[in-house]
């Protein structure tokens, strides 16, 4: 597993079984600015719908992501732009 994305989603899949996940890299849209890196990796949007968010207030579900990827922020991983959902909150189009 050499790619961020990858292991991104081995981690996420570990600590939240997903009903549905997604991983953008979105750092070419960040090129020049701070925290981007001229080989990407660093830049992502996450979709994850997992029924582990259950009663998990949206700061609550972003720390929780935070603390599962804090390896990859300390090697390099800038930003992430997060849609944390439940299956019910998925399937209102919340």
């Known amino acids: 597993m050499t790619l961020r994305a990858e292991r991104m989603r081995f981690l996420l899949t570990e600590a939240f079984p997903p009903a549905e996940i997604g991983i953008e890299d979105d750092s070419h849209r960040h090129a020049g600015h701070a925290g981007a890196a001229p ?50 909150e998925a399937g209102s189009g919340s």
Do not use: K, N
């Open 39 to 88: 080989g990407g990796q660093t830049h992502y949007s996450v979709r994850l719908v997992s029924p582990a968010f259950e009663g998990l207030s949206r700061v609550a579900r972003s720390r929780a992501v935070h603390q599962v990827l804090e390896a990859e922020f300390g090697g390099g991983l800038h930003a992430l732009s997060l849609r944390l959902l439940t299956p019910r």
